[in-house]
């Protein structure tokens, strides 16, 4: 696997530049639940004028621990990271990505858990769908943080918001209650 951009100022947690969307930083947290804090940078897939030619548009989330195998993550040419903390009660953050792609306003936020026992994140719930043009809150930074709330770990139950659409084009933010049977 090939991940581009890489610099000493990025294995440090430094901010790196990706496409237009500015300054996007290291995401820090235990992601895997052994208590040593680890950065996380998601590393956007190479791009050529609207498509990714010669090359897949995957993009990696990699982890500062080399321990920690890298979250593949389809249409990628930029994105953003969250540690969601620790929703389902294991000791690891949970990492929520949103993958930037160059066209349509509707994006899909990714929620991983580390899996202890395959040594892998592996999907939480199904991808959340998501309008750029509207906030949960006064800012983008905001939306994102508001996206998944943790009701309890015992059993493990999510509050999610996501943009619903109805038959007219009208898009609004519904909340969705998700309970997990017991782990």
Request: aromatic fraction near 12%; include cysteine.
């Amino acid at each position: 696997m090939h991940i581009y951009g890489i610099s000493s100022l990025q294995a440090q947690g430094e901010p790196y530049s990706i496409a237009e969307y500015g300054h996007v930083p290291a995401v820090e947290g235990d992601f895997n639940g052994d208590g040593v804090k680890e950065y996380a940078w998601l590393y956007a897939a190479p791009s050529v004028e609207m498509g990714c030619v010669y090359e897949p548009c995957v993009g990696y989330v990699i982890f500062s621990n080399p321990n920690l195998n890298p979250i593949e993550v389809q249409s990628a040419v930029s994105g953003y990271l969250v540690n969601e903390g620790d929703l389902t009660g294991d000791g690891a953050d949970e990492i929520g990505v949103l993958p930037m792609w160059f066209t349509s306003n509707y994006k899909f936020y990714h929620l991983f858990s580390y899996n202890r026992a395959t040594a892998t994140f592996e999907a939480l719930i199904e991808p959340i769908t998501i309008r750029l043009d509207m906030y949960l809150g006064d800012t983008w930074e905001e939306t994102l943080q508001n996206l998944v709330e943790g009701v309890s770990s015992k059993p493990l139950v999510l509050l999610i918001h996501r943009v619903e659409t109805d038959l007219e084009g009208r898009s609004s933010w519904v909340k969705e209650r998700i309970v997990f049977r017991e782990r």
